[in-house]
């Protein structure tokens, strides 16, 4: 299975207002939509005497909501501190929380790139497109000689 179904998987069944869908690489335009995807792939950062390495995933998360073009209602701020509940969610997970990425991979640290999600409007369907980029950080030990 690769980190990206590990990751998908995780989130499914640790972030609770997912309710048990989240689609990979694929953000359709549906009120209610939300989606992982790939940004630049699984990049080692270190490389350790000993073989082992730091490596970074990098993926986004995708949120489509409603979107009011007056600005008069709830609506977007809503939908914002949707966005917001969930990048503040992935900040604070304690590394008893961390998704397993197998025997010879230990996660690190899980966290937010953006402080602000980008926004992308469709006037036409009056919706909003929400992403935030995050980075799991890990150890990758499976090249060591024992």
């Given at each position: ?29 549906i ?17 350790y ?7 970074e ?6 949120m ?12 977007n ?8 509940n ?19 991979k230990k996660?690190?640290k ?14 036409e ?7 935030f980029?995050?980075?799991i ?10």
């Amino acid at each position: 299975m690769s980190l990206y179904n590990i990751v998908n998987e995780w989130l499914v069944n640790n972030y609770t207002p997912i309710g048990g869908w989240l689609y990979f690489n694929a953000t359709p335009m549906i009120i209610g939509t939300v989606a992982m995807n790939s940004v630049s792939g699984d990049k080692t950062v270190k490389k350790y005497i000993d073989g082992s390495k730091q490596n970074e995933l990098i993926f986004a998360i995708d949120m489509v909501t409603a979107h009011d073009a007056q600005g008069t209602s709830d609506t977007n701020m809503l939908a914002l501190q949707e966005v917001e509940n969930f990048s503040t969610w992935l900040d604070n997970i304690k590394s008893s929380n961390f998704p397993d990425f197998g025997d010879y991979k230990k996660v690190q640290k899980v966290e937010v790139l953006t402080s602000v999600p980008s926004l992308l409007i469709n006037s036409e369907q009056m919706l909003a497109k929400y992403q935030f980029q995050a980075r799991i950080i890990y150890i990758d030990e499976s090249e060591v000689i024992r």
